[in-house]
């Protein structure tokens, strides 16, 4: 049974950082390109960060780039989001999904399992 854990998330204040954890289990997890998405209150779930299984290449969303950065540790299974100069409209629940052989997948229907989610509020 494929799990996806996330974990991290908080209020901050805006400038601040948190850095997101998400714990796999149940796959090989070095197969699966992990995905960060986020969905703000009143829109629709959207990319924000993709990684490849060996960790070589990563992708961003136009509105994280240069602030987020996303990075795993295969030999713990966990991907991990790390959010620097944290805008409110950065206030989101945040998920990580798992996308067996992806390469940078965008798009929600390519992955193959998600996690719960953790809220991220980030205050003016």
């Known amino acids: 049974q494929v799990q996806l854990v996330e974990s991290g998330g908080g209020l901050v204040q805006a400038g601040g950082s948190l850095r997101l954890s998400c714990a796999a289990s149940?796959?090989?997890?070095?197969?699966?390109?992990m995905g960060w998405f986020r969905r703000a209150p009143g829109k629709e779930r959207e990319f924000v960060a993709a990684i490849t299984g060996s960790g070589t290449n990563t992708y961003y969303a136009d509105s994280v780039k240069g602030r987020f950065t996303i990075s795993r540790d295969n030999a713990k299974n966990t991907v991990f989001l790390q959010m620097n100069s944290l805008k409110p409209e950065d206030t989101a629940v945040y998920y990580c999904?798992?996308?067996?052989w992806g390469a940078g997948e965008r798009r929600i229907d390519k992955y193959d399992y998600w996690g719960q989610g953790t809220q991220v509020t980030v205050s003016s």
């Open positions: 149940g796959l090989t997890f070095s197969r699966y390109a």
């Open positions: 999904a798992a996308n067996l």
